[in-house]
């Protein structure tokens, strides 16, 4: 048997590059005279910007100091032990860019058998152990505090979780075992299951004290000092922790039970992060912290060597780093500045982007549509959201009187944009339109305007091609809900300008958007694998096979939602005019489907009916269908839609389309939601093999998202 100081220097070795987190002990006398006191401080000597992290070095710090405090326990030195963090950060777990490099399943095992041995100390010394979560704290940070005797949190604590599940791990160093026996399963299916497949939901410190995770809450402004004189008061016996008795009868199997629904909604059995979590839940109703422990170990040693959790840690690093530092964006000095927005149209997409832009940047957004009541309507529709956001407490009267008067509508262009620095249509999807508001708004706006265009087909080179200065057009495509949706593809057209671009990836920035490069190519990349995508799910319903086949196929993807639902959010219209506008484009890979053309003729909304509140194939719609004879089973379905998307990304990064199969990924998630445990897409179909029996190549390196060779 190794020992843990010998399990944690093998793991160091494999990790050079460790942040390494020290864990300064020291002692001073607690208040009302309760005796001497050992607090443990996690620091990694950086700022709150770059917070304290676990690795192996840095848990063998925390194993030295508790050596030290575990004697001046035993030897009755001191009255207590606490833990805390550096300003603003408790600790926010474990150190994934460690678990990337591990590349057998024995080191894995070693990172949960580590970190098991040396927090289960806290639990075990001869003095209560104190937790103080005074800042951000996730992951094997909260385990930190759950092996303590006692916990208190800042009110200002902004984000505590457990956040693994969500990357495609396990709480493994306790996590699993403790919270439910702390708190109930049902509150610890919610934290762990829920809240993480939830976008990884983060909980306030309010909450954590509501939740009952910790026994007592403080202001953020003397945190410490307040937390070290009820800690006094525990320690003299002054005050009695209450916690409830946990159930651990039907209402642990239901809200298991809960759980697995959860996951299925979210995943549909295709990661198996969360279904590992809720087995070792189960388990934990018994009470056998140890057992527990030792499956947690088993989990994280299999989940690190899965390519899930792989694709899990790719995805996070692309949206946090690459989609802050876009590939191929020009230098951000040539940007110019925006102190004037126009919009025109003023239909419910338009009204979306004015909000965002008066919401974002704070400068007068002007609307502009065909007539007084559609332009009354845009306003009316930015007004009554600003009083939702009055209404939620989010902004208070004065921000959203300000914000009201920001916004106007006229009619006349010239009236509204001879001073406007940034002007983005959001008009019909036409290019003889686009082309003629385009050409009026040249005629008007300031000679360093930027003209943005929200198509998500068209051709930006063409939309520009009449104008006398085409080299300020730019796309600037959206999402919807615009909201929601954090992706922002920027189209670099045949003539546009470094400065123009400079502009756009500046006002995304505001935006607080992820700005993708894209070039001018039709629908540029998500809308394009889409259409793709959906394309091939229709073209096997025109050929004969069920319409229930045809969407179950697909499900073990665990994307958002069946491709016909996103069909119908969409809007099969639109489905039906990026279609047409692909097969003009690529006829011999984007078809248009007759039985689409019907669905849209007939003015139907989409395929289903929602009467008994579960999606059930429209009956009219079905009368509609017009199939062949060719059935085919759900693996040859799947098979041939995977084919087909992994045929259109090989091409697309042949033509050029975005710099790497990396935007393809970051596109996909922040444009279409589609999970981090597929990495996005490309690192699934090089783990499915497709890449290679399509394309003949991976999409990326192994050891890219992936276990290392």
């Known amino acids: 048997m190794s020992t843990t100081a010998e399990l944690l220097k093998g793991a160091a070795e494999l990790f050079p590059g460790e942040v390494v987190t020290s864990a300064h002990v020291r002692h001073f006398d607690l208040p ?13 000597g950086h700022d709150h910007t770059k917070p304290t992290t676990l690795g192996p070095q840095s848990l063998a710090n925390i194993d030295a100091a508790l050596d030290q405090v575990e004697k001046e326990a035993a030897d009755g030195d001191i009255v207590g032990v606490g833990v805390t963090g550096k300003p603003f950060i408790f600790a926010v777990g474990a150190d994934l860019k460690g678990v990337e490099l591990l590349k057998r399943h024995e080191d ?49 604590l902004p984000a505590f979780s457990l956040p693994e599940v969500f990357l495609g791990l396990v709480p493994g160093w306790g996590g699993c075992t403790l919270l439910p026996n702390l708190i109930g399963a049902e509150k610890a299916v919610s ?4 809240n993480s497949l939830n976008q990884n939901k983060q909980l306030k410190g309010k909450q954590v004290f509501e939740l009952g995770i910790a026994d007592a809450i403080f202001e953020g402004a003397d945190f410490l000092e307040q937390s070290l004189l009820w800690t006094a008061s525990v320690l003299k016996g002054e005050i009695t922790v209450e916690r409830p ?29 969360a279904y590992r979590a809720l087995d070792i839940i189960a388990a934990a109703k018994n009470g056998d912290l140890q057992q527990g422990y030792d499956a947690e170990d088993q989990a994280l040693a299999d989940l690190i060597m899965g390519g899930e959790l792989r694709s899990g840690i790719y995805a996070f690093n692309l949206v946090q780093k690459r989609g802050k530092r876009p590939a191929g964006a020009p230098d951000k000095s040539l940007a110019r500045p925006v102190t004037k927005v126009g919009v025109v149209g003023a239909g419910l997409m338009a009204s ?33 959201e600003i009083d939702k956001l009055l209404g939620k407490g989010r902004i208070n009267q004065d921000k959203a009187n300000r914000l009201k008067a920001l916004v106007t509508g006229v009619l006349d262009k010239a009236e509204g944009f001879a001073d406007a620095d940034f002007v983005i249509e959001a008009v019909f999807e036409e290019m003889g339109v686009k082309q003629k508001v385009f050409a009026e708004v040249e005629a008007v706006a300031p000679a360093h305007a930027i003209l943005a265009t929200n198509t998500s087909s068209l051709s930006v080179s063409e939309m520009a091609s009449k104008l006398k200065h085409p080299e300020r057009v730019v796309g600037f495509h959206f999402f919807n809900p615009v909201a929601i949706l954090p992706l922002l593809e920027i189209v670099r057209g045949e003539q546009t300008d470094e400065a123009s671009l400079a502009t756009a990836f500046g006002v995304a920035k505001k935006l607080k958007k992820t700005a993708v490069l894209v070039k001018d190519a039709p629908a540029f990349v998500v809308n394009r694998i889409l259409t793709r995508f959906m394309g091939e799910i229709q073209n096997v319903i025109d050929e004969g096979t069920p319409v229930p086949v045809a969407e179950k196929a697909v499900e073990p993807l665990g994307l958002p939602m069946s491709p016909l639902v996103l069909l119908e959010l969409v809007g099969p219209a ?75 990304i090989g ?29 996005g897409i490309t690192p699934y179909l090089d783990r499915e093999g497709v890449a290679e029996r399509v394309n003949g190549k991976r999409f990326l390196a192994q050891g890219v998202a992936s276990v290392p060779a």
């Open 352 to 384: 979306q982007l004015a909000l965002l832009f008066l919401r974002r940047l704070e400068v007068p957004v002007v609307l502009t549509d065909i007539d007084q009541e559609r332009v009354d309507k845009g306003v009316g529709y930015v007004h009554a």
């Open 108 to 156: 894995a095992l070693a990172i949960g058998k580590g970190g098991h041995d040396v927090l289960k100390r806290l639990a075990n010394l001869a003095v209560p152990s104190f937790a103080y979560y005074n800042g951000a704290a996730m992951g094997g940070g909260v385990e930190i505090g759950l092996h303590c005797t006692y916990r208190t949190v800042s009110a200002a």
């Open 32 to 44: 009302l005279g309760a005796g001497r006191f050992a607090l443990i401080t996690l620091d990694n």
């Open 651 to 679: 091409l697309m990064l042949d033509e050029g389309v975005v710099a790497e199969a990396q935007d393809i990924d970051l596109c996909l998630i922040t444009g279409a939601g589609w999970p981090f445990h597929l990495g």
């Open 191 to 194: 934290v762990i299951i829920e």
């Open 245 to 273: 008795l946990i159930d651990r009868g039907e209402a642990w199997d239901q809200a298991v039970a809960k759980g697995r629904f959860i996951a299925d909604g979210k995943v549909h059995g295709a990661a198996p992060a």
């Open 574 to 648: 639109i489905g039906l005019h990026v279609s047409e506008t692909l097969n003009r484009a690529f006829p011999e890979r984007f078809t248009v489907s007759p039985n689409l053309k019907a669905v849209v003729e007939a003015g139907k909304r989409g395929f289903y009916v929602y009467d008994s509140g579960k999606p059930e194939l429209d009956p009219e719609v079905a009368a509609l269908l017009k199939q062949g004879d060719t059935v085919l089973t759900e693996d040859q379905v799947r098979d041939r839609v995977l084919d087909a998307v992994a045929q259109e």
